[in-house]
Nanobody, 125 residues
Framework: QVQLVESGGGLVQAGGSLRLSCAAS????????MGWFREVPGKEREFVAS????????YYADSVKGRFTISADTAKYTVNLQMNRLKPEDTAVYYC??????????????????WGQGTRVTVSS
């Protein structure tokens, strides 16, 4: 089992910045990648960004490229998402996830094995 604790959500005006953090504990040696996804009511969970724990390969959704940066402390199994130039359409509940089984599919929600409780991000116009 892997446990995830997220922090850093909140309310910000359009154009502002927020930083989300996620700390993993438990069987962390199994983690292949950590990622951020977001969800709004009535829509499926959407990929935002992910990073591998070996090699620091990063992946981004087109909608956030150039604005969001994912980083990780692989020794501590923590991952951060720096979100700049936020837009109202970034408003969502953001979830941290861990892929610890197959070693692929790092942009696909169903490939992730564990999830955090979610943190709300609201961007006002």
């Amino acid at each position: 089992q892997v446990q995830l604790v997220e922090s850093g959500g909140g309310l910000v005006q359009a154009g502002g910045s927020l930083r989300l953090s996620c700390a993993a504990s438990g069987l962390t040696y199994r983690i292949n990648a950590m990622g951020w996804f977001r969800e709004v009511p009535g829509k499926e969970r959407e990929f935002v960004a992910s990073i591998t724990m070996r090699g620091d390969n990063t992946y981004y959704a087109d909608s956030v490229k150039g604005r969001f940066t994912i980083s990780a402390d692989t020794a501590k199994y923590t991952v951060n998402l720096q979100m700049n130039r936020l837009k109202p359409e970034d408003t969502a509940v953001y979830y941290c996830g861990v892929e610890a089984t197959t070693g692929w599919g790092f942009t696909i929600p169903r490939e992730y094995d564990y999830w955090g409780q979610g943190t709300r991000v609201t961007v006002s116009s």
